[in-house]
């Protein structure tokens, strides 16, 4: 492989992500605020760096992985960030799930200094990100896009470049609407199925044969049905983005009223303690459990 990769952010996405691309043979450089996963990612084989700028200088492509638009804002535009460390004609790739405006800021930040940067954040959870068959969303330029598709082969399965800067936060805003909303309905429904004395299993089995399947309810179906919550998708991450699917919907005039309901459900699940659990724990507020 020819181009250097620097990763930022080793949770439970970027860990195995970063560890997709060491085994796709790319040179990688990494840094993260937790040592553990750093210690884990070097002994894999993987050159530590001491911090974001450090990162960009050793890397042809640099790649961020982080919780939320402030926090990707302090790693590449902030003092020691990635801006001050990438050479001309290298670029940013920034995988996480953040607010498209402030993604659009950061490309014009970027691209005045020659370096482009794409938004590309994903779907598939933590099974995506460690089998490699996450589903990537991708805003930038052509050039960009085609440049970094080796990279993004390494971590996903199903690539599609969405449009221009913004465009892949606007396409995981969207992702999100419908899987919040999604897990909610099949929260209902199993709960419904218990409620009305019949087989909660069986009703789910009986469903994913007909226009209601879905990867929720295959996956989060069975969570909800062993009453198992570790996270996969945090629900404090999902409120998080659930904010911006709000934010983004007021500010472009898009209704979305059943969204609406799902959204303060995420916010009472995070109140009532559950924000560390997996966001099919929406469950929970109606089980009574």
């Known amino acids: 492989m020819g181009d250097r990769i620097g990763f930022i952010g080793l949770g439970i996405m970027g860990k195995p992500m970063a560890r997709n691309l060491l085994a796709a043979g790319f040179p990688l450089t990494v840094y993260s605020r937790s040592d553990g996963p750093v210690e884990a990612l070097v002994d894999a084989g993987a050159a530590r760096a001491a911090g974001p700028a450090a990162v960009a200088e050793a890397s042809d492509i640099t790649i961020t992985m982080l919780p939320d638009t402030t926090d990707v804002e302090q790693v590449l535009t902030g003092g020691g960030g990635v801006l001050e460390g990438a050479a001309p004609g290298s670029f940013v790739i920034d995988m996480s799930s953040i607010d498209p405006g402030p993604t ?134 999902h409120r998080k983005d659930a904010r911006i699917v709000l934010d983004t919907a007021k500010e472009v005039g898009a209704p979305v009223p059943s969204f609406e309901a799902v959204a303060r459900q995420l916010d009472e699940l995070v109140a009532s303690g559950g924000g560390e659990l997996d966001h099919s724990a929406l469950f929970t507020l109606l089980d009574g459990d």
């Open 104 to 237: 659009r800021v950061m490309a014009d930040a970027f691209a005045a200094k020659d370096v482009a940067m794409l938004d590309a954040p994903v779907s598939g959870g933590e099974k995506g990100a460690i089998d490699a068959a996450l589903s990537i969303m991708v805003g930038g330029t052509d050039d960009a896009f085609a440049r970094a598709t080796p990279v993004f082969e390494a971590l996903g399965k199903n690539i599609v470049h969405v449009g221009p800067s913004g465009a892949g936060q606007i396409a995981k805003a969207c992702n999100q609407l419908v899987v919040a909303a999604t897990i909610e309905a099949v929260a209902e429904a199993l709960v419904l199925a218990e409620r009305a004395g019949v087989d909660a299993a069986k009703v789910r089995e009986a469903l994913l044969g007909g226009f209601a399947g879905s990867k929720i309810l295959e996956v989060h179906g069975q969570r909800m049905l062993d009453r198992a919550f570790d996270p996969g998708f945090r629900a404090r991450l």
